[in-house]
Nanobody, 125 residues
Framework: QMQLVESGGGLVQAGGSLRLSCAASGRPFADYSMAWYRQAPGKEREYVSAISWSGGNTNYIDSVKGRFTISRDNAKNTVHLQMNNLKPEDTAVYYC??????????????????WGQGTQVTVSS
């Protein structure tokens, strides 16, 4: 499995921005689609966004479209989530994950595993 370490979370006021990063190791990063998930207190983990192994395809859930941008740097084995116009309902622990299979891009939440430890994002109103 891929080892993943998230960073970049923090406390921000509504309307603010944060940029999450995820550093990967243990597998050929450039061969794997990556995704971001989040888990709010008392709720199940929720798929947020995904990017294909080449970066040419992306996907977002409706609630973050136009506010979040996923990107990757295959030379640095990192994936990012730029979050703008944050809302209190975005408060959650954010996790990155790698796809189970190389060179496959799907948006099904069950397609990804190899979770990191997560990074806390708190948006105050």
């Amino acid at each position: 499995q891929m080892q993943l370490v998230e960073s970049g979370g923090g406390l921000v006021q509504a309307g603010g921005s944060l940029r999450l990063s995820c550093a990967a190791s243990g597998r050929p990063f450039a061969d794997y689609s990556m995704a971001w998930y989040r888990q709010a207190p008392g709720k199940e983990r929720e798929y947020v966004s995904a990017i294909s192994w080449s970066g040419g395809n992306t996907n977002y859930i409706d609630s973050v479209k136009g506010r979040f941008t996923i990107s990757r740097d295959n030379a640095k084995n990192t994936v990012h989530l730029q979050m703008n116009n944050l809302k209190p309902e975005d408060t959650a622990v954010y996790y990155c994950a790698s796809h189970k299979w190389p060179r496959v891009f799907t948006t099904a939440s069950t397609s990804y595993n190899s979770w990191g430890q997560g990074t806390q994002v708190t948006v105050s109103s």
